[in-house]
């Protein structure tokens, strides 16, 4: 975040904080989500806090405040209900939603806990296993709070991500892909964007990375199922 925050402050940008992932993660001690003007959360199924699906926005600006209030509620006038003076969208969360959010944000720091176990656990049956690229658990400015588990598979193991998940789908393990280059992206080619640009590092990621099983109710004996299977497929 420092080269980002360097640059908005010299050119005196407004910062969108895209912390989708990371409820619960830190930077240099400070909480993702506290960065940004506007920072946004998303509380999808696979998420540390999920509400079903849905996320939050946060803001220390009034303006900004209101102006999202509006947006999520079609942009109705005070008073007015039903006359607009701008095009809105109708992404209001339910009270149901909103209690469990809220239930499962009491239990935040237990939930990281938690995977921080299941991290500690999968690197240590797999930190012996050739060909793998783990997780580091921890940078100069971040401990991991594991959202995923994801390993990258070296080249010379001679199958990429998409054949590996293939295999341990085979044996009734659900895997999920690292997420696609944006500039490979058939409705951004399709738009003229990208026009012959090159990402080697992305296109990488994308081909030989994957996810393994990490959720809350993933239980110890299907973790040590999942490690032997890996174990297995690079053995």
């Known amino acids: 975040?420092?080269?980002?925050?360097?640059?908005?402050?010299?050119?005196?940008?407004?910062?969108?904080?895209?912390?989708?992932?990371?409820?619960?993660?830190?930077?240099r001690g400070r909480p993702c989500g506290s960065f940004g003007d506007l920072s946004t959360f998303s509380?999808?199924?696979?998420?540390?806090?999920?509400?079903?699906?849905?996320?939050?926005?946060?803001?220390?600006?009034?303006?900004?405040?209101?102006?999202?209030?509006?947006?999520?509620?079609?942009?109705?006038?005070?008073?007015?209900?039903?006359?607009?003076?701008?095009?809105?969208?109708n992404l209001r969360m339910t009270n149901l939603q909103a209690a469990l959010g809220l239930a499962q944000l009491e239990r935040l720091d237990e939930f990281i806990a938690r995977k921080r176990a299941m991290g500690a656990a999968y690197t240590e049956r797999l930190r012996e296993v050739p060909g793998l690229q783990l997780p580091l658990a921890a940078t100069d400015t971040a401990e991991n709070v594991y959202w995923v588990y994801g390993?990258?598979?070296?080249?010379?193991?001679?199958?990429?991500?998409e054949e590996a998940m293939r295999r341990l789908g085979a044996l009734g393990i659900g895997t999920r892909p690292f997420f696609w280059p944006m500039h490979e992206q058939p409705v951004l080619r399709g738009m003229g964007l990208f026009v012959g640009e090159e990402y080697p590092v992305a296109e990488e990621l994308a081909r030989r990375g994957f996810y393994l099983p990490s959720g809350l109710a993933l239980t110890e004996a299907q973790q040590e199922h999942v490690a032997t299977a890996m174990r297995e497929l690079l053995g």
């Open 1 to 27: 975040m420092d080269p980002v925050l360097a640059l908005v402050a010299h050119h005196g940008l407004k910062l969108i904080e895209d912390a989708a992932e990371a409820i619960g993660q830190t930077y």
């Open 43 to 89: 509380f999808y199924p696979n998420k540390h806090i999920t509400t079903g699906e849905g996320g939050m926005v946060l803001t220390d600006d009034d303006d900004l405040a209101a102006t999202c209030r509006g947006l999520r509620n079609l942009c109705f006038q005070p008073g007015k209900r039903f006359v607009h003076e701008r095009l809105g969208w």
């Open 151 to 161: 390993v990258v598979l070296e080249e010379a193991l001679g199958f990429d991500a």
